[in-house]
């Protein structure tokens, strides 16, 4: 079973601040993704990335930033966060198929991110 | 677009009975349709899966129908019990040669199971 941690999970800050949320899983995992979601409503992806030094935008545009310096770990970060990205946010991972087709994504629980 | 359209958006069920979630898609290109159940506070997590090559799959209480031909899919819990009250999710995904897998949610069923 896939290991999945981010932090923190909760986090209330003021407009223009810098906020990295923190993603890592223990499974070697080379995809890696970030879901924003209202709580209970649909995902939407915002960034993946399929190994170290490879990140690409999801089909919602986000004015956030990734990096992928190591397999384990996917942080996001928003330069000057305001109350337009409050919301919560998902990091997942999966396996590569190795020929066996797509692979569930593992998810942790979640940032909720409120700016005031 | 909505590739992945979820029904009912909500869904009360009395203990004991069955509850059905419906999805259909539109592209033939997907292989795998996993469902995923989220609880409050917690992130998804992958309940059952199902790939087109057989048309049901049954894990406990918990049934995926899949119909290729009308392109839909379906969760059935059997003997709804209040611990399934949660959110569930399908997912529809595909892989090109690449390697690029896309995934694709549903809008989610908020089902409450109640005494």
């Known amino acids: 079973e896939a290991d999945i941690y981010q932090t923190p999970r909760y986090l209330v800050i003021g407009t223009g601040k810098k906020i990295t949320l923190e993603c890592s899983q223990t499974?070697?995992?080379?995809?890696m993704y970030w879901y924003q979601q209202d709580p209970g409503m649909e995902l939407h992806l915002i960034h993946y990335?399929?190994?170290?030094?490879?990140?690409e935008k999801g089909d919602l545009s986000s004015e956030s930033t990734v990096s992928r310096i190591r397999t384990e770990h996917f942080p996001l970060t928003l330069e000057s966060a305001r109350p337009s990205h409050t919301s919560q946010y998902l990091c997942?991972?999966?396996?590569?198929?190795?020929?066996?087709?797509?692979?569930?994504?593992?998810f942790g629980d979640g940032t909720r991110l409120s700016i005031l | 677009q909505q590739q992945v359209k979820q029904s009912p958006q909500s869904l009360i069920v009395q203990k004991g009975g069955i509850s059905i979630i419906n999805c259909a898609y539109e592209?033939?290109?997907?292989?795998?349709f996993p469902w995923y159940q989220q609880f409050p506070g917690k992130g998804p997590a992958l309940l059952i899966a199902?790939?087109?090559?057989?048309s049901e799959k049954k894990e406990g209480r918990f049934t995926i129908s899949f119909n290729k031909s009308a392109k839909q899919f379906s969760l059935h819990i059997m003997d709804s019990q209040p611990g399934d009250s949660a959110t569930y999710f399908c997912?529809?995904?595909?892989?090109?040669?690449?390697?690029?897998?896309?995934?694709?949610f549903g809008t989610g069923t908020k089902l409450q199971v109640i005494p």
């Open positions: 997942a991972s999966s396996e590569s198929p190795g020929g066996s087709g797509n692979q569930p994504q593992h």
């Open positions: 499974m070697g995992h080379d995809k």
């Open positions: 990335s399929y190994g170290v030094n490879s990140t």
């Open positions: 592209n033939t290109a997907f292989d795998y």
């Open positions: 199902i790939r087109p090559d057989v």
């Open positions: 997912a529809a995904s595909s892989e090109n040669s690449g390697g690029y897998q896309k995934v694709t």
